[in-house]
């Protein structure tokens, strides 16, 4: 079955929520590449420490640069669960 990307959006990238959260994330991104800490197709993904759903800010102290693999994966044990 191939994912329907349409449906996806409308279901849940479309929601008035979603898309506040999206932008506290491309503001954090656009504060960074002032900066010059990042490049558009650096594959540096910027993170929040604390993150945003855990009650983490947008502050420059809140914010990191890391390679995206690592930014966008968690540790797990051998049974695939979250460690």
């Known amino acids: 079955m191939r994912r329907n990307y349409r449906k996806e959006y409308d279901n849940y990238h479309s929601k008035s929520d979603q898309k506040k959260k999206r932008a506290q994330r491309n503001a954090a991104r656009d504060m960074m590449e002032k900066e ?4 558009k197709g650096d594959g540096k ?5 604390k993150a945003l759903a855990k009650g983490g800010s947008n502050k420059k102290s809140n914010l990191k640069v ?9 540790k797990r ?3 695939a669960r979250m460690a």
């Open 77 to 79: 044990t051998k049974t």
């Open 66 to 74: 890391t390679s995206a693999s690592k930014n966008r994966s968690f």
């Open 45 to 49: 993904d910027v993170g929040h420490k």
């Open 36 to 39: 010059g800490k990042v490049k």
